[in-house]
């Protein structure tokens, strides 16, 4: 089992940053993939960004592609979402999810608003 905790969510206006934290209960010893997807009202979950363990390759939804960036600290056992020029369009519910051994452990969601 492995929980997952985000954190750094809030109100933003259009232009602005903001940067998710998402820290896993426990070290992670095995190849996994871990990132970050979104919801908006009405819409399918997403992909947004993903980095792998072992690799360090990473993944990001095109839209993203320049202004997201996602980076990791195995020490902290902690994912980060940078996110500079942020649009409205961004606007959701950000889930952390990390894919190991064929199971999909996901967070309870942080709530990001880009609004003037």
């Known amino acids: 089992q492995v929980q997952l905790v985000e954190s750094g969510g809030g109100l933003v206006q259009p232009g602005g940053s903001l940067r998710l934290s998402c820290a896993a209960s426990?070290?992670?010893?095995?190849?996994?993939?871990m990132g970050w997807y979104r919801q908006a009202p009405g819409k399918e979950r997403e992909l947004v960004a993903r980095?792998?363990?072992?690799?360090?390759?990473?993944n990001y939804k095109d839209s993203v592609k320049g202004r997201f960036t996602i980076s990791r600290d195995n020490a902290k056992k902690t994912v980060y979402l940078q996110m500079n020029s942020l649009k409205p369009e961004d606007t959701a519910v950000y889930y952390c999810?990390?894919?190991?051994?064929?199971?999909?452990?996901w967070g309870q969601g942080t709530q990001v608003t880009v609004s003037s």
């Open positions: 999810n990390i894919f190991i051994a064929s199971i999909n452990y």
């Open positions: 426990r070290f992670i010893s095995s190849s996994y993939a």
């Open positions: 980095i792998f363990s072992l690799s360090g390759t990473t």
